[in-house]
């Protein structure tokens, strides 16, 4: 198993876990919220038997990473991708987000820059910003979020049951594009999460994004479900391509959110083909 080193809480080291897979142009794959790199399966296979280099790494507090009680905030995400890219040497590279790891890519972009990345994929993204505010009327109420919160409080491995039901919309979806294995391999990822990273996950999804959003100078491909019940269309992708310059909008009808296992056959050759563009 393979580590880096980020930081240390009292006595230990904080400690993220990756995978580096293949040869060739690296592609860094980095997950959604509550799972770990290993959600990324449907997309590994295509992306090695296409000649590229696979990256996949488990944000802090999730999958075999440490789990600190504190750094659960996108500048502290960011600068453990930017750990990861620097100790690995990592050039020329795809960035490739999921949900929550769409924040990354963002921030990473905006603090870091495009030096070392070559395009980027926003999939079912967070930016640009969630929360409904006076100058962002298409955010989401912060009642929506206080109830999350006090839901991961009262019962974390419930709430995690009802958050999966949504994440793959398994009332349309069931024994079709999702199966109850699908679903129960997801829920004992999720729970072994640090219980304090899970909750303070939540405060990172009301990051605004809108000033990293035009540093952004590298071709981006954005791709999410229009029946995306955790982050709202609406909300989130719709409003991407006028922020991104160089950026193309995909979206998956009546995908759910979580389109990289649900509608993989859609997502997987729209993923190649935009990784092929300009090489």
């Not at 600190?68 to 987000?97: C, H, M, Q, W």
């Not at 999460?193 to 071709?219: E, M």
């Not at 006028?242 to 509608?263: E, F, Q, Y």
Request: proline content about 5%; overall charge negative; charged content about 25%.
């Amino acid at each position: 198993m393979s580590y880096i080193t980020v930081g240390k809480e009292n006595s230990g080291n904080i400690d993220i876990y990756y995978e580096d897979l293949g040869s060739g142009q690296p592609v860094v794959l980095i997950h959604g919220f509550p799972l770990s790199g290993h959600s990324w399966e449907k997309q590994v296979a295509i992306l090695l038997s296409a000649g590229y280099r696979v990256i996949t790494y488990d944000r802090r507090g999730f999958g075999d990473s440490s789990q600190p009680s504190s750094g659960y905030d996108y500048d502290t995400f960011a600068a453990d991708l930017n750990k990861l890219i620097t100790e690995l040497d990592l050039r020329d590279i795809v960035l490739v987000g999921f949900s929550m790891g769409t924040g990354e890519v963002t921030r990473y972009l905006g603090k870091y820059g495009s030096e070392r990345v070559s395009k980027a994929v926003l999939m079912a993204p967070v930016p640009p910003f969630l929360l409904k505010t006076d100058d962002n009327s298409e955010g989401v109420d912060r009642s929506v979020f206080d109830g999350i919160e006090k839901a991961i409080v009262a019962d974390r491995p419930a709430y995690l049951s009802t958050f999966l039901k949504d994440f793959y919309n398994v009332d349309v979806f069931h024994g079709d594009r999702i199966s109850d294995d699908a679903i129960r391999l997801s829920w004992n990822v999720a729970v072994e999460a640090s219980a304090k990273g899970t909750l303070d996950c939540v405060q990172s999804w009301l990051t605004d994004f809108r000033d990293d959003l035009p540093h952004i100078d590298v071709p981006t491909l954005i791709i999410q479900g229009d029946a995306d019940r955790i982050l709202p269309y609406h909300s989130t992708g719709a409003r991407l391509p006028k922020l991104i310059k160089d950026s193309r909008l995909v979206v998956i009808p009546s995908g759910p959110h979580a389109i990289n296992w649900t509608h993989a056959d859609q997502v997987n050759p729209v993923l190649l083909d935009f990784l092929k563009q300009g090489n």
